[in-house]
């Protein structure tokens, strides 16, 4: 069975502060996914890693995938209010067709 | 291009009944996925159809069943409804182009079971 520890659970911070979430695994992965959701609505796709070692940049959003595939993490710079809602991660993995693995979720409020 | 749609998105129903809730994928995804999602197991896989048929299938009871149409929309039914349905219903569609692994969702449907 494969499992995504993410971490932390819970995270409330300041406007302007940086954070970073985890997500790991004992499992390799061949693609992962991070999303946000916010409440009442389904999760919105920020960016899929597919490559060991790729880091991907999506303003002030920075995804990295590990060299072994088994982990990855999202590092928010000069976070906003705006950035406030739950983000995910979800493996995917080879034959298991059309299912991701989800992590527990990080609850993430930036306040002004 | 149109996102993934679902309806309806709210539905209050009683323990006993049954209830059946509709997706369209984004144009052109053949594969549909479907997620239960609540507070205290996150989100969890109930089963994918591509194609008209189901290829992968989560742990959840017979009572959640599915099935998928010839232009790709897809269905899902819970029967004999417990209180611990009570969920949001996500489905998920994806493609071939891109990474064919990266799933797109949609708004959910918001189920409360009394």
């Known amino acids: 069975t494969q499992l995504l520890e993410q971490s932390p659970q819970f995270l409330s911070i300041q406007e302007g502060e940086n954070l970073t979430v985890y997500c790991n695994s004992s499992?390799?992965?061949?693609?992962l996914q991070w999303y946000r959701q916010e409440p009442g609505e389904g999760p919105v796709l920020l960016v899929t890693v597919v490559t060991g070692g790729e880091v991907k940049k999506l303003k002030r959003l920075t995804f990295q995938f590990g060299d072994a595939r088994k982990d990855s993490s999202l590092h928010i710079t000069a976070a906003q209010p705006g950035d406030t809602g739950l983000y995910l991660c979800a493996g995917a993995g080879g034959t298991s067709y059309g299912k991701l693995t989800f992590g527990q979720g990080t609850i993430l409020t930036v306040h002004p | 291009k149109a996102g993934v749609t679902q309806t309806p998105r709210y539905l209050i129903k009683t323990r006993g009944q049954q209830v059946t809730l509709s997706c369209s994928p984004i144009?052109?995804?053949?594969?549909v996925s479907w997620y239960q999602q609540t507070p205290g197991q996150g989100l969890q896989f109930l089963f994918e159809?591509?194609?008209?048929?189901?290829?992968n299938k989560g742990n959840f009871p017979g009572r959640f069943s599915g099935r998928q149409f010839s232009n790709s929309r897809s269905e899902m039914n819970v029967s004999t409804l417990e209180l611990g349905d009570s969920a949001l219903y996500l489905c998920?569609?994806?493609?071939?182009?891109?990474?064919?692994?990266?799933?797109?969702f949609g708004p959910g449907t918001r189920l409360l079971v009394l």
């Open positions: 998920a569609s994806s493609g071939t182009s891109g990474s064919r692994e990266t799933q797109y």
């Open positions: 144009s052109g995804h053949r594969s």
């Open positions: 159809y591509f194609s008209e048929t189901q290829r």
């Open positions: 499992s390799v992965f061949s693609s």
